[in-house]
């Protein structure tokens, strides 16, 4: 079997860790994998990137490296992520365009190079790793972090925001292992949609009380209205993914919160925030 080597950039966060736990219950003895972050190398450094691939010779990469931060993130640096003109919704249009721009790249490389570059679309992720920052990052991982000072100083725990808007999460571990397989198996150039499936989605309300109860926290649980909402729903259809993988068990979202919040415990002294 001829050996194949996976570099992972960015691999530093969530995702990162998501494909290490996921390798560690399917590691194959011909696929070598690096982690690398952006101590390694500044891959806006073209002379770095370049002796990076010389020196592993990756045959294949899984591309993790990237400015993410969550709604109000978003919303405040535009600007930072912006790539392209054009209306997905006003909260991350930066963002979003810099993600479809590679699904652009992909097809180019593929017709001029024949490359065979894909990309993936997850919906909401969130898992150990993930950036606990209050304000700047992900919202289940922003809830876990104010519900974790809630239970600590006895204060109310507040949901930005009505609690009404839904969505669908996939925790990181499941994403590692999706990941692992379109590196693998997946054959085709087009995006894949990552995504629990759609009778999954549940409401910002509802995850915050999983939240709480993962804490044991038995305050207050205020809405702070004044706060953006983003969009209603973002619900996106895995009918692809399932026509590939029709029997993947997703973890239950009650049990990848209570990881993530042990994680989150265990781990607070060192964890991004
Ligand atoms: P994000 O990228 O993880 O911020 O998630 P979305 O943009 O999909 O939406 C976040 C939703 O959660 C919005 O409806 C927010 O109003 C709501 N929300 C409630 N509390 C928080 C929080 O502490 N942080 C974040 N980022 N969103 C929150």
């Given at each position: 079997?001829?050996?194949?080597?996976?570099?992972?950039?960015?691999?530093?966060?969530?995702?990162?860790?998501?494909?290490?736990?996921?390798?560690?219950?399917?590691?194959?003895?011909?696929?070598?994998?690096?982690?690398?972050?952006?101590?390694?190398?500044?891959?806006?450094?073209?002379?770095?990137?370049?002796?990076?691939?010389?020196?592993?010779?990756?045959?294949?990469?899984?591309?993790?490296?990237?400015?993410?931060g969550g709604l109000f993130n978003?919303?405040?640096?535009?600007?930072?992520?912006?790539?392209?003109?054009?209306?997905?919704?006003?909260?991350?249009?930066?963002?979003?365009?810099?993600?479809?721009?590679?699904?652009?790249?992909?097809?180019?490389?593929?017709?001029?190079?024949?490359?065979?570059?894909?990309?993936?679309?997850?919906?909401n992720?969130f898992?150990?790793?993930d950036n606990f920052n209050l304000t700047g990052g992900h919202m289940l991982a922003g809830l876990i972090h104010k519900a974790y000072l809630a239970e600590r100083y006895d204060q109310p725990f507040v949901i930005w925001g009505t609690g009404?808007?839904?969505r669908?999460?996939?925790?990181?571990?499941?994403?590692?292992?999706?990941?692992?397989?379109?590196?693998?198996?997946?054959?085709?150039?087009?995006?894949?949609?990552?995504?629990?499936?759609?009778?999954?989605?549940?409401?910002i309300r509802d995850t915050g009380e999983l939240v709480v109860k993962a804490f044991g926290y038995q305050g207050e649980i205020v809405h702070d209205v004044s706060k953006s909402e983003?969009?209603?729903?973002?619900?996106?259809?895995?009918?692809?993914?399932?026509?590939?993988?029709?029997?993947?068990?997703?973890?239950?979202?009650?049990?990848?919160i209570e990881?993530t919040v042990d994680w989150f415990r265990?781990n607070y002294?060192?964890a991004k925030k």
């Amino acid at each position: 079997m001829a050996e194949i080597v996976i570099m992972v950039t960015g691999s530093s966060g969530m995702v990162g860790h998501g494909i290490q736990l996921a390798l560690e219950e399917d590691k194959k003895p011909n696929e070598k994998w690096i982690f690398l972050s952006s101590k390694d190398a500044d891959l806006r450094d073209r002379e770095a990137t370049k002796i990076l691939f010389e020196k592993y010779k990756p045959t294949h990469v899984v591309h993790l490296a990237a400015k993410v931060g969550g709604l109000f993130n978003n919303m405040e640096h535009n600007c930072d992520f912006y790539l392209h003109n054009g209306p997905p919704h006003f909260s991350s249009y930066g963002y979003s365009y810099a993600k479809r721009m590679i699904e652009v790249m992909n097809y180019v490389y593929n017709d001029q190079y024949g490359c065979q570059f894909t990309s993936i679309i997850p919906c909401n992720v969130f898992g150990p790793h993930d950036n606990f920052n209050l304000t700047g990052g992900h919202m289940l991982a922003g809830l876990i972090h104010k519900a974790y000072l809630a239970e600590r100083y006895d204060q109310p725990f507040v949901i930005w925001g009505t609690g009404k808007p839904l969505r669908q999460f996939i925790y990181s571990v499941d994403l590692g292992r999706l990941i692992i397989w379109v590196l693998r198996e997946y054959p085709e150039i087009e995006p894949i949609i990552l995504a629990a499936d759609e009778e999954d989605e549940i409401s910002i309300r509802d995850t915050g009380e999983l939240v709480v109860k993962a804490f044991g926290y038995q305050g207050e649980i205020v809405h702070d209205v004044s706060k953006s909402e983003g969009q209603f729903k973002k619900t996106a259809s895995n009918a692809k993914l399932r026509k590939y993988l029709p029997d993947f068990k997703f973890t239950p979202i009650k049990q990848a919160i209570e990881e993530t919040v042990d994680w989150f415990r265990k781990n607070y002294e060192i964890a991004k925030k």
